[in-house]
């Protein structure tokens, strides 16, 4: 999608994945702002890793806890601090790493276009609370919603992010546990579902899918988990996290250029990128 991006753009801009261990993930982020990269975006595991790792923090990342892009800036003698890609062929007399978080806006943006349904209010189980799942749930009490039920691997991981929202967020309600009664949407941020065969994210013995109106999966491969597949048996609305990363991409590439990103055109490369069509 940037690629697509910057070709309709006219920006001389490339975007390429690389492989980093966490253990390496100071030095890519250094080497990366020796060499003028213009930003950078992280994923899994990096996300939580990098607040630490940052010269500066946007508010957005301070706020959710993560940082899902990065953009260098240069100051000069006579100028604040500038994105490097503003800066053109002046050197900067020194540069740093700015982090900020575009995932969390993002799924807000994209359960109301995919489900056409507004979080706030609603009664919402969370499946896992690692790096997306804790942005989706301090985004989601941000929101306002009415109660907020976490699940994950680890209990005392939930079990602290829930005491963390109950300090921030006191009006929202919220249970380390399965719900008893309904909810208006169930939304999985753990990695199941991924490979063919993988189990559930959900206890079908604790919580049956008859109990929600809606599923949201952020895994985008394959299109349709079992998660969703699962969901639509049981009749509930289904999106997959395509709207999510199209969204967050879309936000990251305005923080790098400062321009404004051609959504169509990149919803459009995504799709034909991972689903071929």
Sequence with gaps: ??????????????????????????????????????????????KLLAVEMMDELDESAKTWGAVNTIRFEGRTANRGWLPLAELGEQVPTETRAQGFNTDADAIITAIREDLKMEVKGAKILLLGVGGAGRTAALRFASEGVSELF??????????????????????????????????????????LGLKSGDALPLDASQFSLKQTGAVFDMIYRPAETGLLQAAQKAGCKTANGLGMLLHQGAKAFEIWTGKTAPLELMRQALKETIYGH
């Design 150 to 191: 976490l699940v994950n691997r680890t209990s005392e991981k939930a079990k602290e992010m829930a005491e963390e929202i109950r300090k921030k967020f006191p009006a929202v309600r919220v249970a380390v546990e399965y719900p008893k009664t309904d909810v208006d949407l169930v939304v999985n941020a753990t990695s």
């Design 1 to 46: 999608m940037h690629n697509a991006a910057f070709a309709t753009l006219g920006l001389n801009w490339r975007y390429l994945a690389f492989e980093v261990a966490p253990a390496n993930l100071q030095a890519a982020i250094a080497g990366a702002k020796a060499m003028k990269f213009s930003g950078l975006n992280l994923t899994v595991p990096h």
